[in-house]
């Protein structure tokens, strides 16, 4: 079983940045994408940002620019610094990664941001 664990939410102020955190329970080299998805309130989760094992990345329109996705091999961790935050950026953040054997999908737990104007 993989358990992926988010941290690095919290509150922050419009043009502000934060780090998320993705640490995974296996090495992140058995999964061929692993992502970072959001939820804001009232509205169906969406993707933000995905690194595949490639490396090759993709982001959603509005957060090019501002966000980054990256992992660490070492940590077996993921993350996405965001900057220039938004108001519009708030939301529960979760972790996804794909499993490169089983296509099995895992999710963390989320971690919530909050931008205030």
């Known amino acids: 079983q993989v358990q992926l664990v988010e941290s690095g939410g919290g509150l922050v102020q419009a043009g502000g940045s934060l780090r998320l955190s993705c640490a995974a329970s296996?090495?992140?080299?058995?999964?061929?994408?692993m992502g970072w998805y959001r939820r804001a309130p009232g509205k169906q989760r969406e993707l933000v940002a995905s690194?595949?094992?490639?490396?090759?990345?993709n982001y959603a329109d509005s957060v090019k620019g501002r966000f980054t996705i990256s992992r660490d091999h070492a940590k077996n961790t993921v993350y996405l610094q965001m900057n220039s935050l938004k108001p519009e950026d708030t939301g529960v953040y979760y972790c996804?990664?794909?499993?490169?054997?089983?296509?099995?999908?895992?999710w963390g737990q989320g971690t919530q941001v909050t931008v205030s104007s």
């Open positions: 996804n990664a794909e499993s490169a054997f089983t296509k099995s999908n895992y």
């Open positions: 296996r090495i992140i080299a058995i999964f061929n994408a």
């Open positions: 690194i595949i094992s490639g490396g090759t990345t």
